[in-house]
């Protein structure tokens, strides 16, 4: 659990004194009323208090930082309430906050104490100063009491977080590898929901402001001025801005939303018309993702695309909609049928016009077209339009409701990348095209909310039973589909048939096409340097170890993941894996680093070779590679270092270990030199 803690928060240590700086401005922007409606500023601070105990900050100085970091807050929270006190607190509903009437109690009953009772309050931390400068406090006074209160807050909630990293130190090595991955688990959703739960009770609040601001800002005089000139304008505008009525301000968010999204997918849908880079980056991910396949993540990916099963979606949808005719709320009922009927009609549609095949490196074996994904736009449409019901039926919070929204999207449309049975752009179009069919299904339910919507009313109890059993066989059928889910497989790619030549000949093919590799968003472009032939990969890698240089690990998820981990704590080895470079958009197969005595372990030079179709009559295959000086995980800030090639060249000849044999000329690289390794 440590580890993960010090892997998840390296950078505030890697930051030095600046560390400390973000800790404690976010002790100051939690105790700062705007902000700290949102802002989980404790919970950093705590974070704070582990890394003390792992040695990675000073006790002293974060205390410190932390203390002043919430006097500030407080005192600009202060000078916010003074400044309502002058004719703002009406305008921002500010009096109409249950926090602030909590606040406002709190101060009232013990005065000056309770600017340091509330600092351990949560939201109502900064409705206390708040409360305190409208009731009238004197400043000086008030001052006194802040500081007082920053040094408490500091001590408390450091110390509990320096309690929290002590705790975890003496349970880890009683816990097995797996316990400590489950309970790190726990751990995260604990926190996410703390921090969503204590969003959602925050936008009311920010939304009260906000409301409050655009009144004030109406009634600034030069607007009146302005108004009085332009009185249709005025108007039109007043009524696009009225929170009041759908056809007001929700209906004009709602318009700007499906103007822009639209606007996006049809630019998205020229790209892939006009094959502009989009479909090499294509390409190139779905062979990157390839190599990222493993039988736990092929499977547990598998579960989360059975989501757009056909069946599991109708048993889904029966079920939303039972449930929502027994809470006689049929105008939800309409945006959702209204939603899901759009995406299914627009994919079908977009489908045939565009006709894109599916890429041959597919888990599953698919035969309807490419463009757009449909699971992608599934995801956005129907399980987007679900998540809103739950959020109008007040079962959850706006922003948990946009998390679990993000969430659906995100996974299932990564299931879709990861069995590569869609490309990039195919995902990304089918996220924007759901979101305009789930934008018109929410304007229709919020359109008909006023004339549809039915007030409940008791029901009989035997409804209630039959509702839930017909809820427990629904479940239960979605649960065993997304277990059972299964489709006919892809044969594996079928390889390319290989090209006999002699080891002096030069390809014609590779002559006359670009030797160029390219970043993954072909970005940056290097050209390829040197080109080697050889029995196998363990000739290659002991002739360039003979040389000084070191093979990096295959490039796989957990190798690039342990590799950026140790790039955050600046603990990379020579022998991480290499971000890959694309040639005819092809992953580099091998990868090696070169690391001088007393270097560091940036911008090194970095080997990464490709596998060609050409063998010669023993068996010896020709491999391609390209040199560059960069960190190893961004090539595309690095540059290239073809010069080195004829160091690598020679060192190889000097020892014995390869001879030169020839050269490729390309259409835009200079001649390239071919090695034979003996």
């Not at 930051?15 to 009323?33: K, Q, R």
């Not at 001025?225 to 039109?236: D, F, L, N, Q």
């Not at 779905?286 to 056909?310: E, N, S, V, Y």
């Not at 049929?330 to 489908?351: E, M, Q, R």
Request: one cysteine or more.
């Amino acid at each position: 659990m440590l580890d993960a803690i010090y892997q998840v928060l390296p950078n505030l240590a890697a930051l030095g004194i600046f560390g400390y700086w973000v800790i404690g401005a976010a002790a100051g922007l939690e105790a700062f009323l705007p902000t700290g409606l949102f802002l989980p500023g404790t919970l950093l601070v705590d974070a704070g208090g582990v890394m003390v105990q792992r040695g990675m900050l000073d006790l002293l100085d974060l205390l410190w930082f932390v203390a002043i970091g919430s006097v500030l807050g407080g005192e600009a929270t202060f000078w916010l309430g003074r400044h309502a006190r002058r004719g703002m607190l009406g305008r921002w509903n500010v009096e109409g906050m249950a926090a602030y009437r909590r606040a406002e109690k709190l101060f009232a009953r013990h005065g000056g104490l309770a600017i340091v009772m509330g600092r351990f309050l949560g939201p109502v931390a900064g409705f206390v100063p708040f409360a305190a400068a409208v009731a009238g406090m004197e400043t000086r006074r008030f001052r006194i009491w802040n500081l007082l209160s920053g040094l408490p807050y500091a001590v408390f909630h450091v110390g509990f977080g320096y309690a929290l990293g002590a705790g975890f130190a003496q349970l880890s090595p009683m816990m097995t590898r797996n316990t400590l991955f489950v309970l790190g688990i726990v751990v995260i959703a604990a926190v996410l929901f703390w921090i969503l739960r204590r969003l959602d009770r925050a936008v009311p609040y920010l939304l009260a402001m906000a409301g409050g601001l655009m009144d004030d800002i109406a009634r600034h005089p030069r607007i009146d001025s302005w108004g009085g000139r332009h009185p249709k304008t005025a108007a039109w505008i007043a009524r696009r801005l009225d929170r009041t009525k759908f056809s007001g301000l929700p209906l004009s968010l709602l318009a700007l939303a499906f103007l822009y999204l639209a606007s996006v997918l049809v630019g998205l849908s020229l790209d892939f018309l006009q094959s502009d880079p989009i479909v090499q980056i294509d390409a190139r991910l779905a062979a990157l993702m390839r190599l990222f396949w493993t039988p736990g993540l092929i499977q547990i990916f598998t579960w989360i695309t059975a989501l757009g099963d056909t069946q599991l979606v109708a048993a889904l949808l029966v079920l939303a909609l039972v449930w929502l005719a027994w809470l006689r709320r049929f105008d939800l009922a309409t945006g959702l049928v209204v939603s899901l009927g759009l995406d299914l009609v627009s994919v079908i549609i977009l489908k045939a016009g565009f006709g894109r095949p599916r890429s041959i490196l597919g888990y599953f074996h698919e035969t309807s077209g490419s463009f757009p994904s449909g699971h992608a736009t599934l995801s956005v449409a129907f399980y987007g339009m679900l998540v809103f019901l739950l959020w109008r039926l007040s079962r959850i919070g706006a922003l948990s409701a946009s998390f679990l929204a993000f969430l659906f999207a995100g996974l299932i449309g990564l299931s879709r990348l990861y069995l590569v049975e869609h490309y990039l752009s195919d995902v990304m179009g089918g996220w924007l095209l759901g979101a305009l069919c789930l934008l018109v299904g929410i304007a229709v339910a919020e359109w008909l909310y006023p004339r549809w919507a039915g007030a409940p009313r008791t029901r009989p109890r035997w409804q209630i039973g039959v509702i839930g059993v017909v809820t427990l066989a629904l479940m239960g059928f979605t649960m065993v589909r997304v277990r059972d889910y299964s489709k006919a497989l892809n044969p594996p790619p079928v390889a390319q048939p290989l090209i006999v030549i002699a080891q002096g000949a030069e390809p014609q093919a590779l002559s006359d096409a670009p030797l160029m590799a390219q970043t993954l968003d072909a970005e940056q472009q290097f050209p390829l340097s040197l080109g080697m032939w050889a029995a196998n990969t363990d000739q290659i890698t002991a002739a360039l170890t003979s040389i000084g240089w070191q093979r990096a690990d295959p490039v796989t998820l957990k190798t690039l993941a342990g590799a950026a981990f140790g790039a955050v704590r600046d603990t990379i080895r020579p022998g991480a894996a290499l971000a890959p470079l694309f040639w005819n958009n092809k992953p580099s197969e091998l990868g090696f680093t070169r690391v001088p005595e007393g270097h560091a372990t940036d911008e090194l030079p970095r080997l990464r070779m490709w596998q060609t179709r050409y063998i010669d009559a023993s068996g010896a295959r020709l491999w391609m590679g390209a040199i560059t000086r960069d960190d190893g995980l961004v090539p595309s800030d690095g540059s290239a270092a073809g010069p080195l090639a004829s160091d690598v060249v020679k060192a190889l000849s000097q020892s014995g270990g390869a001879k030169t044999v020839g050269h490729i000329s390309g259409t835009d690289a200079s001649a390239i030199p071919v090695l034979a390794l003996r």
